[in-house]
């Protein structure tokens, strides 16, 4: 019998999708699931963007160029010079999702069995994309009891090696709502610049940021322009995860031009999507500063209602609208699935993400769970009451 590639084998499983064969048999049941495990934001796209896709008059959905169309590039570095960061259309490939700007980055970068370093908890899908291009991940740990900031510098130093070929930060954070300050990307600026190496910044939560504090880019790093890389999306920022529309920012021209090979390959971005990405830049202030209130109080009422919950310690978020709560139990995938098979409160259960899933070192994250709160007031408040009455039985 043929056999599968062993990068296939070892392609690590979403730990936030995993369980979802025993969330469809909990539904299949009659009971209802209030889903904390997926970034899907409840919040409605922009009209605009809806009404282009509705509106155009295509009578042939023709290939875009490879690297977007000019006209949404274009716009997109007007958008860019308005959060300070200067790039032109020409420093700008549009990519299919977030998703594939990682890849592309980490196909243009890196080569088999170099190596990445990664804060950690971090996004999973990092640990995909860097098996997929056999790019060795290489974690750097930041603590609960630190909020998740930065690890201090030293940490960095010590993990650099010649096979070293950049540090990728999420910023603000997936999945732990760290927002790194400027004197953190300073820091990083500087080891980046000292060693030769690549600083990549995925920044697609960059419009969700709290308590009067602002997103610092790394393109806004003076003497970075070499080193720099964006990885971007409209996924979260409008909610339009279904457009699968992100980009790969760089004044890099060799980065840009590798990068484009890649995207070469897979000929373009979809045509559709981008006429929807491009009207969404459109989008007035007052929806982002709506957006932004309503998950300020979402995340208020998260801690507070978590703070509540005897053993249960949580990071406060300062951007996107993730956390990380650790409980007190030692197998937070073991308490999911329980969770969904045999737990209920009125016919609902919660479903959440193991949090061991966003560690590369492993047995880290074993008791901690990640937290999206995408769902409205009422319903997040009813999950952290079905998690507290949960604890109490699965620990009695």
């Known amino acids: 019998m043929p056999q599968v590639s062993q990068k296939g084998l070892s392609m690590p499983e979403s730990p936030i999708r995993k369980l979802v064969p025993y969330a469809e048999a909990a539904k299949k049941k009659g009971a209802q699931v209030i889903h904390l495990n997926i970034g899907q934001p409840d919040i409605k796209t922009p009209q605009v963007a809806l009404d282009a896709v509705k509106n155009n008059t295509i009578e042939v959905l023709e290939y875009s160029r490879t690297e977007g169309s000019e006209s949404y590039r274009e716009k997109l570095s007007t958008y860019y010079k308005k959060n300070s960061i200067d790039v032109a259309a020409s420093d700008i490939i549009v990519t299919t999702g977030g998703s594939e700007a990682l890849s592309f980055v980490m196909g243009s970068i890196a080569d088999s069995q170099e190596e990445i370093i990664i804060p950690e908890p971090f996004y999973a899908n990092y640990n995909g994309f860097a098996t997929a291009a056999n790019i060795k991940v290489v974690p750097v740990v930041s603590k609960i009891d630190d909020n998740f900031a930065l690890p201090p510098i030293t940490a960095f130093e010590r993990l ?3 096979k070293t070929r950049a540090i990728l930060i999420c910023n603000p954070g997936n999945p732990t709502g760290y927002l790194y300050s400027k004197e953190e ?7 980046v610049r000292k060693h030769d190496i690549f600083l990549v910044a995925d920044e697609v939560y960059r419009e969700f940021t709290y308590d009067d504090r602002d997103h610092y880019s790394i393109l806004q790093e003076a003497d970075l322009e070499q080193h720099a890389i964006i990885v ?22 060799d980065v ?3 990068a484009l090979k890649f995207a070469q390959a897979r000929l373009s971005p979809p045509t559709y999507a981008q006429i929807a990405s491009e009207a969404a830049l459109d989008t007035p202030q007052h929806y982002f500063d709506q957006v932004k209130t309503e998950y300020v109080a979402r995340r208020d009422l998260l801690v507070e209602e978590l703070g509540k919950i005897e053993g249960v310690k949580v990071a406060k978020p300062q951007g996107a609208f ?8 030692t197998d937070a995938d073991d308490f999911a699935q329980w969770l969904l098979e045999d737990f209920r409160v009125n016919n609902e259960t919660v479903m959440v993400a193991p949090a061991a899933g966003f560690y590369a070192t492993p047995g880290l994250g074993k008791n901690q ?3 999206a709160y995408v769902l409205d007031q009422e ?4 999950a ?10 699965y620990i009695g």
């Open 369 to 371: 769970i990640r937290i």
């Open 232 to 253: 971007d999306s409209v996924s979260k920022r409008y909610s339009m995860c279904g457009a699968r529309v992100g980009c790969l920012v760089s004044k890099n021209k």
């Open 384 to 393: 952290v009451n079905i998690l507290k009455e949960a604890l109490k039985s």
């Open 379 to 382: 319903r997040l408040k009813r």
């Open 256 to 258: 840009i031009q590798a």
């Open 322 to 329: 993730y956390c990380i709560a650790e409980l007190p139990i």
């Open 160 to 162: 650099i090696t010649s």
């Open 185 to 191: 990307i300073d820091q990083l600026a500087q080891i």
